[in-house]
């Protein structure tokens, strides 16, 4: 069975590659057309691979570095040097690589005390920077994201309160990961997440085959938060392994 913007690839790193590759050229449209490319980073192993792949000379010296504006989809109560940080695993494998203006890295500061106000504020620079989209959301030229084996996506795990939001682009709420204790996550919202451009699933791995075949199916009941990102006037991609397709015939 054939589903639409699924691409296997034989394994996690030339799934990064493409991931990579799609970046740059994605950026070249983008400031071509608009005078820069808004992309909001994700954390995890593969996205890891991706900016290292990114940071290599013949990939990065093709990128207009000073008209990209880095942001990212979710992130953890940890300073930005905590090695469980999104931001931290991207400075050390992109940033601190390539020539990008120090004020084009938005990262979030979810670990502030107050994070509502966090929040609050990052929602602004978001609405500050770039473009309305679909429902007055702010629109980015790309979205990167990744899905664990509960069907979570960015900080939007099954059953916690951050699903039902509507007006808010990003949130603080409380959420259970699987393996992990209870925290808190500051994370995009589904109407931001749904005016992107383009989003891109990154997935990799044998325990995702599972949850990446009902995802797309999209008949499970309550839906998987993976399954409720549906750009309104964009596209949206599965860059998948040969382990993580494997179930999809």
């Known amino acids: 069975m054939a589903y639409p913007g699924v691409e296997v690839f034989e394994d996690a790193a030339a799934v990064a590659r493409e991931g990579a590759a799609r970046f740059v050229k994605l950026a070249g449209e983008a400031i071509a057309a608009r005078g820069a490319f808004h992309v909001a980073l994700s954390g995890g192993k593969t996205p890891a691979v991706l900016f290292r792949r990114l940071a290599e000379e013949d990939m990065r010296s093709t990128v207009d570095w000073t008209h990209v504006h880095l942001y990212w989809s ?28 120090a004020h084009n890295v938005h990262r979030m500061e979810a670990e502030r005390p107050d994070l509502e106000k966090a929040a609050q504020e990052y929602e602004a620079v978001l609405r500050k920077l770039m473009p309305a989209g679909p429902g007055g959301f702010p629109a980015f030229d790309l979205i990167y994201l990744g899905m664990g084996p509960d069907g979570h996506t960015a900080s939007l795990f099954p059953n916690s309160s951050g699903l039902a939001e509507t007006s808010k682009a990003v949130i603080v709420h409380h959420v259970v990961p699987p393996n ?5 996550r500051m994370t995009f ?47 949206r991609f599965f860059l998948t392994d040969k382990a993580a397709a494997a179930d999809l015939g």
């Open 180 to 184: 992990f204790p209870p925290c808190q």
């Open 189 to 235: 919202t589904f109407p931001l997440l749904n005016a992107a451009r383009v989003v891109i699933f990154l997935i990799t791995g044998a325990d995702k085959t599972e949850k990446l075949r009902e995802v797309l199916k999209g008949t499970h009941t309550p839906p998987y938060p993976s399954q409720l990102v549906r750009p309104v006037k964009g596209e």
């Open 74 to 101: 979710d992130e953890r109560t940890f300073p930005p040097a905590h090695p469980d940080s999104n931001y931290g695993m991207a400075e050390r494998e992109l940033i601190a690589r390539i020539n990008i203006p």
